[in-house]
């Protein structure tokens, strides 16, 4: 007599996620009717409980036994699997470019960092950020992103607990490593609120197990649709470089009527004790 219990209790769960999506997809849509722009918010806004996921699993499981790091696959759907009607993989529509730059805001920007080591998380959370014994957060070149367009939604695959303490700490700045555009995609798959579709047979790529990645993959598809880009900031390498910072080593001084007051601004915003 359970499974029939086990089975409703199932399909409700189903028609709840569908109905989640339904609702952020015509919150998108009311939101690009009013102006587009504003699809970059909703970006953040829906990628907000992922983050929270990501960046809280090693503090909620025991020892040995959080979240494993995201990646593309398993945040969307395998990239090597055929999404094409000739059999075209997904990676070979949507590669990866190195060559593209972009500076993510932490604390602000969508990144996701997903710390996995207990002892490598309470480390970085007691010694890094302004005022601890690390000083503030600080990028460098452990620190290695995919950024995935159209939504501007960064995946951390290199320094994971250093990069959620930034996160908490709402420090720092962080340079992507890699560039993914999903827009080839678009033509090939869907996300139906449950599952990751091939748009020519109906054949389930994946279901993944979080629901923000397919809610932001369609609100990826309005921003093609509206030529919206992402909400960060790209980086022109031919562009002059940034003027050093006016107290040296990082920070803006502060003046009250004309005297040095004896604290500074760090760049990403943080007060520093001079």
Known sequence: MRFPFFNRKQELARNERKARFQQVMELARDVASIDPI???????????????????????A???????ADDF??????????????????????????DQHFKLRLGVDPVLATPWHRDRLAN??????????????????????????????GIVFGGNHSMAAGIANGE???TSTEVQDLTPLYAYVQYDGLSFLR??????????????????FEIGRLMVEHGVIAAVERIDPDAAPNPSLSGGDGYYKVLINGQDAGIALTSSGAALAL
């Not at 759907?77 to 190195?98: C, E, H, M």
């Not at 197990?209 to 397919?214: A, H, S, T």
């Open 62 to 68: 025991a020892p040995h036994c959080a979240r494993g």
């Open 199 to 216: 748009i020519h047979d109906g054949a389930q790529l994946s279901q993944p197990e979080d629901e923000e990645p397919g809610m932001l």
């Open 172 to 174: 720092g700045f962080v």
């Open 38 to 60: 504003g699809l970059q918010t909703l970006v953040r806004l829906v990628a907000a409980p992922l983050q929270a996921k990501t960046i809280t699993s090693a503090s909620h």
């Open 73 to 98: 696959s398993c945040l969307f759907f395998w990239d090597s699997l055929p999404v094409t009607p000739d059999g075209r993989q997904a990676y070979k529509i949507s590669s990866r470019n190195s």
């Open 124 to 153: 970085a959370i007691a010694t890094i950020g302004f005022g601890k014994r690390q000083g503030s957060w600080s990028e460098d070149e452990n620190h290695r992103v995919l950024i995935v367009l159209p939504m501007g939604v």
